[in-house]
């Protein structure tokens, strides 16, 4: 007669689930969601009705639902509680271009996503992080989920292995290919409406030796949504591609993304905000949006705006295509410019 199976070990549980073994022994003294059994030696072994438990409070705390009660509702077999903002789980300090204090939640209603979100990169689980990630675009809209969501995200996870010794750098990959994911395929579909007729378009593009693309594929994604056509060329573009993209397409704007102070190209800003074309005597140039925190404790130059984010970015990008769709010349473009640089 087959001797009946003795269960999983911690480590085979832990492996499978995608979680460490500490938060196996954290779940089960703090929750009480531990095995059913335990061999001599207080080896714990895990049952099919064990990792079940485990396998639901894996996805109510990715659903953004506290752990305690998470833990309750997994034990009791039925529906987690609504959760609440009250007590959340302690956040890593984000990077320090995040607006937000440190280990606490953003303002707005993004707390829920977020904190499952985190959750989710940790475990590398990649469906959970495209269905949180819909969620939060669908119901506090772009602007708001990269503002409340994903960056802040992104920001802690970018802190957590800058703290940790190198560690959990495969959770940020991840992440950033998921949240990149979401900004395209958001993008893609807003561009499938119309766009304005006659609207020039706005070209974005890393300066050279930036590597940092997502906060501009938010942009592009936003631009989409309202209607105006981009160009994304990405990251470390040369400054003799640039120049060419400039000069071949007559932008409205250029948007220039530095992360750090070592990468702003102040120069390269400058010979593109000069660029111009068409006719003698109505020459036209684009105005050169300095976007990201690498621009930060120099005052922008006459043709040159530096947004404080997202949402200022869009909305100048908005008014300075139609003004060009509107037929305003480079000049008054530039003179605009310059008063509220």
Not at 1 to 19: H, I, Q, Y
Not at 115 to 125: E, F, H, N, S
Not at 302 to 326: Q, V
């Amino acid at each position: 007669m087959t001797e009946p199976s003795p269960g999983l070990t911690s480590g085979a549980v832990a492996r499978s689930l995608g979680v460490a073994p500490t938060t196996l022994r954290s779940w089960d003294r703090r929750y009480g969601i531990g095995p059913a059994s335990r061999e001599e030696g207080r080896h714990r072994r895990w049952t099919p009705h064990d990792v079940a438990v485990l396998r639901e409070m894996c996805r109510l705390t990715a659903s953004g639902v506290p752990p305690a009660e998470a833990a309750r509702a997994a034990l009791a077999g039925g529906a987690a509680p609504a959760p609440t903002s009250a007590a959340p789980a302690p956040a890593p300090a984000p990077a320090p271009a995040s607006p937000h204090p440190a280990g606490e939640p953003p303002p707005g209603g993004g707390r829920r996503e977020l904190r499952g979100l985190g959750r989710a990169a940790v475990r590398l689980d990649s469906a959970a992080m495209d269905e949180l990630l819909e969620t939060a675009i669908a119901k506090h809209g772009l602007v708001a989920a990269w503002e409340e969501v994903m960056a802040p995200a992104l920001h802690s996870v970018g802190r957590t292995w800058q703290t940790s010794g190198d560690r959990y750098v495969e959770v940020e990959h991840l992440l950033s290919w998921h949240v990149s994911s979401a900004l395209r395929r958001f993008g893609a579909v807003a561009r499938s409406g119309p766009a304005a007729a006659g609207t020039p378009p706005v070209l974005l593009a890393c300066v050279p030796d930036e590597q940092h693309t997502l906060p501009l594929e938010a942009l592009a994604a936003g631009l989409a949504d309202i209607g105006v056509p981009t160009l994304m060329f990405g990251a470390a573009v040369p400054p003799e591609a640039l120049d060419q993209a400039v000069r071949r397409t007559g932008p409205a704007a250029v948007v220039l993304w530095s992360q750090a102070r070592s990468t702003a190209h102040h120069p390269l800003a400058r010979h593109v905000a000069d660029t111009s074309w068409g006719v003698r005597g109505a020459r036209i140039r684009p105005v050169v949006l300095l976007a990201g925190p690498g621009w930060a404790g120099r005052a922008p130059a006459p043709g040159m705006l530096r947004p404080g984010g997202l949402r200022e970015a869009l909305s100048l990008l908005r008014g300075l295509c139609d003004a060009a769709r509107d037929g305003d010349g480079g000049g008054e473009r530039s003179a605009s410019v310059s008063a509220r640089a």
